[in-house]
């Protein structure tokens, strides 16, 4: 297996990064580093096609999560805004004199419709804490967890969103703050969920009957197979993988915390640099694969990663000092 390069952008800090499930499209969360040394600076959130062409921008003060519909047709972007403003007024003199400062900071979750020639905003929903991470389910049914560790979902099928449960994560995980908090749609089951959370653990949600099934497990990344029968969490060096039962089915040392399924057997794993690991019948196994070659300057590891399937590329974010890099590149095999 190879990787042929075929565009990067320049140097910067990226947040975030996921392909649109279609293909095409590459939503990518940073920071250019000329923009970093203003003080009033905001994230770029750039839409970039696959030749590297730079199709849409938006800008807020902060991206903090982004999910693609299961059809590609939304995005879910949720932001935060600050805004410091100075209130003046004129005495009868005309001179000029400072009132006092004003600031305004706003949570906010932004729907938008997307297709081959425009990215259009469907809806605006004002929200009362960070959120960390968002999923959206192929019947409309969006899932967010928040910094405090906040578990909601939503049915945004019309033109506002009808919550339709609501709980808090308590902390009764050994390992708190060990996590990421996360959530994810099971792809072939929307009524499954999967929620990682900062106190430690890995939660199975069932929509239908409202119950959940706890682990202990330290989380960076969650992702479900594609075919919905397992999933990969990573943390702490370690890489597990559970069926759609919510049942531990092996477990094994792996360098790094970012992962991706490139099929429903066939996962790789980026730290240092890429592991490629085999699943079959529950069991991961390393495999003498190496990815041949990595270009794309120096590096001091890969912080995050990200496949097309239908575009068959991948996309990673290596870390360079105190900064970072994306490159694409096309798989080879």
Not at 59 to 66: C, G, H, I, Q
Not at 92 to 112: A, N, P
Not at 262 to 273: F, H, K, P, Q, Y
Not at 291 to 307: A, Q, R, W
Request: with cysteine; aromatic share 10%; proline share 3%.
């Amino acid at each position: 297996m190879k990787l042929a390069l075929k565009w990067k952008t320049g140097v910067g800090y990226i947040k975030h990064l996921q392909w649109n499930p279609k293909g095409g499209i590459l939503a990518v969360v940073y920071r250019p580093l000329e923009m970093s040394k203003d003080k009033n600076s905001k994230d770029l959130l750039v839409f970039f096609h696959t030749s590297g062409i730079s199709l849409w921008r938006l800008k807020s003060t902060s991206f903090d999560a982004l999910a693609f519909s299961p059809d590609g047709s939304l995005i879910a972007v949720a932001a935060y805004n600050y805004e410091k403003s100075t209130v003046t007024i004129r005495d009868i003199e005309g001179r000029e004199k400072k009132l006092r400062d004003y600031e305004e900071e706003e949570y906010k979750l932004e729907v938008y419709t997307i297709t081959e020639k425009s990215l259009q905003r469907k809806n605006t929903f004002k929200i009362a804490s960070n959120i960390r991470s968002i999923a959206l389910s192929s019947d409309y049914i969006m899932a967010i967890v928040t910094e405090d560790n906040v578990v909601s979902f939503w049915n945004i099928k019309k033109n506002f969103a009808e919550e339709l449960w609501r709980w808090r994560v308590d902390t009764q995980a050994s390992i708190t703050n060990q996590g990421t908090p996360l959530v994810r749609f099971n792809p072939v089951n929307a009524n499954l969920v999967a929620v990682s959370t900062s106190n430690g653990e890995i939660i199975f949600v069932d929509l239908n009957s409202r119950t959940i099934h706890r682990h202990v497990s330290a989380t960076k990344f969650v992702e479900w197979s594609p075919d919905g029968k397992l999933l990969l969490v990573s943390g702490n060096g370690i890489l597990r993988v559970y069926d759609d039962q919510a049942r531990l089915l092996d477990s094994v040392p792996a360098d790094g915390e970012s992962a991706t399924w490139i099929s429903n057997d066939t996962i790789l794993v980026a730290g240092s640099t890429i592991s490629t690991y085999s699943i079959k019948e529950g069991k991961l196994k390393p495999l003498d694969q190496e990815l041949d070659t990595l270009k794309c300057e120096c590096f001091d590891g890969i912080m995050h990663m990200s496949y097309s399937a239908p575009d068959n590329m991948l996309a990673l974010v290596f870390k360079l000092g105190n900064v970072s890099r994306l490159c694409t590149y096309n798989i080879i095999i």
